[in-house]
């Protein structure tokens, strides 16, 4: 602030050195090799989701034929033999009617029989006594006196399955009693029918592996092609943001997959360093303008003190006058600073403590610093806390002492500055599930709807701020140290119309018994 006649001085003598705005804020990223990357992979992912698809369509086929055939041979084997026992045991009662004089060899009520059951069956059929003789065969072949005998012998049906050079045969022998002589019916057949069901099985089984390997290769290359061609694009693009800077484009891809969500996981992130860039930027632009005013009118002041006191005799009432606004000007100056330091501080990720607070203890001494300015605005300021006796156990948060108090004397400075005389300043202390909250409560104008975002934004000031000191940047701080604890900033309706601004942190452990503890009814 200033005289018409200062102003007009200043405007003659102000310095005129400005505080750069960022000419060397190149982008960090630009900084990089101006060389596109070229994509040399040795083993590619076509090759390797190629070759993995065809192995394991393989694999599969595999060990569906290893464990599909074997069975399947050995339930049709099965199958036959049933049906030959089935077929011996229902012939027994053909030889009912057979007396002795036809149960010798060569006797043609036998041969008929076993010829019938030949055709019907398709099975060689022999009639064995339990000699070893055989009494009928039906077509001459190896000798099978083995199981007849056994079914003699045992009075049971025999069944199994042999191998010769010439190929397996399946044979069944029932014992059948021919007008008193024991003997056995023989049944024999190669297994080459239940053979051949398998091998027709066996070349279907083949086909279908061939289609489906064939199917396999297909879609492998087309899935592996567009993955690569997918990637190949995201890769270039990122190699064009690393050569070129943030302002390249990334490619759009809205397929719901890995490759897709990988692709916007990218550009969501250089749209944030983009956005992070920017702010740099005006942070750096608007903070140096910030610094530009104050500092001007700092030296100009001097100047003009410096005059006052070098005439004769010196113009001591108008340099005080001038000394005064020169320590407004550098108190002004140094909150400023403060609040550039604290931004450039979060800024660099410097870590916050986290311990537990007395909140209530905090709070009272924040308090206690604006006790002198509020009883000069004539405005009563005051600490309730809700819940005392809950207040007890949970009044501790977790979070950083110094930064708490920093948020909370930021929202008293505030209260104090943008409430008109005579009002009044309330500071609430509750507890609220898993957070501790503070709230500062003021009968102001309040904040208007609208601005209730932009007033956390940096160097953004509301309505309310319009006239008075300040720079925007104490509830931008507030809020972004609250969020760094694990907690937030908001703001709210006051009962009375004026602003409400809450401070919820994270309730933190009890600390060591012994710690005194804070009588909480008491008021600031
Ligand atoms: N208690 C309050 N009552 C009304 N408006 C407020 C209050 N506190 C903050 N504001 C609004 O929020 C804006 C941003 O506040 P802040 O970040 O502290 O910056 P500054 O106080 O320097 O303007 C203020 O300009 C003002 O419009
Ligand atoms: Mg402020």
Do not use: K, W
């Not at 937030?488 to 004026?498: E, F, K």
């Amino acid at each position: 602030m200033c005289t018409s006649a200062t102003c007009a001085r200043r405007s003659r003598s102000a310095p005129r050195s400005r505080v750069s705005s960022s000419p060397s804020a190149a982008p960090a990223t630009a900084s990089g090799p101006r060389r596109r990357m070229r994509l040399s992979i040795p083993l590619g992912l076509r090759p390797r989701l190629v070759g993995g698809l065809l192995l394991t369509s393989a694999a599969t086929l595999l060990a569906a034929a290893l464990f599909l055939l074997p069975p399947l041979e050995q339930r049709l084997r099965t199958d036959q033999l049933a049906s030959l026992t089935t077929t011996a045991q229902t012939a027994r009662t053909s030889f009912v009617e057979i007396d002795r004089a036809g149960a010798r060899p060569g006797s043609p009520s036998l041969r008929r029989i076993v010829e019938a059951l030949e055709r019907r069956a398709g099975a060689r059929a022999l009639v064995v006594a339990g000699s070893g003789r055989v009494l009928a065969d039906s077509s001459p072949g190896p000798s099978v006196l083995a199981p007849a005998l056994d079914a003699v012998r045992s009075a049971r049906t025999v069944r199994r399955v042999t191998s010769s050079p010439d190929g397996s045969v399946a044979e069944v022998a029932t014992p059948v009693t021919i007008a008193d002589l024991r003997c056995a019916l023989v049944l024999v057949q190669p297994v080459q029918t239940a053979q051949s069901a398998a091998g027709v099985v066996r070349r279907a089984f083949t086909i279908a592996a061939l289609i489906g390997l064939a199917a396999a290769l297909l879609v492998g290359m087309g899935i592996a092609s567009t993955l690569s061609r997918r990637l190949r694009g995201l890769h270039d693009a990122v190699g064009r943001v690393g050569a070129g800077g943030l302002e390249q484009d990334m490619p759009h891809d809205d397929a719901r997959d890995e490759v897709g969500a990988l692709t916007r996981a990218f550009a969501a992130m250089q749209g944030r360093v983009r956005r992070q860039e920017e702010a740099r930027r005006a942070f750096v632009a608007t903070a140096s303008h910030e610094l530009r005013t104050p500092i001007a009118s700092l030296a100009t002041v001097l100047e003009l003190t410096e005059d006052d006191l070098r005439q004769e005799p010196p113009r001591l009432a108008e340099a005080v006058d001038g000394v005064v606004r020169a320590r407004r000007q550098s108190e002004r100056l140094a909150a400023l600073a403060r609040d550039l330091l604290d931004l450039s501080r979060l800024d660099a990720d410097v870590a916050l403590r986290r311990e537990p607070v007395d909140v209530a203890e905090s709070c009272r001494a924040v308090l206690s610093e604006f006790a002198e300015r509020a009883r000069e605005r004539r405005l009563a300021l005051g600490l309730e806390a809700t819940a005392p006796a809950a207040m007890q156990e949970r009044g501790h948060a977790l979070a950083d002492p110094v930064g708490v108090a920093r948020i909370v004397r930021t929202l008293v400075e505030n209260a104090l500055r943008y409430t008109p005389e005579g009002g009044s300043v309330n500071m609430e202390i509750a507890s609220r599930g898993h957070e501790v909250v503070v709230s500062v409560t003021d009968s102001g104008p309040g904040v208007r709807p609208e601005e209730r975002e932009t007033i956390f934004e940096r160097f953004q000031r509301g309505s309310a701020g319009q006239g008075a000191a300040g720079f925007g940047l104490g509830l931008a701080i507030g809020r972004e140290l609250a969020r760094r604890m694990g907690g937030d900033l908001r703001v709210t309706d006051g009962p009375g119309g004026g602003a409400r601004f809450e401070l919820a942190l994270p309730v933190g452990p009890q600390p060591p018994v012994g710690a005194a503890s804070v009588d909480l009814a008491r008021t600031a």
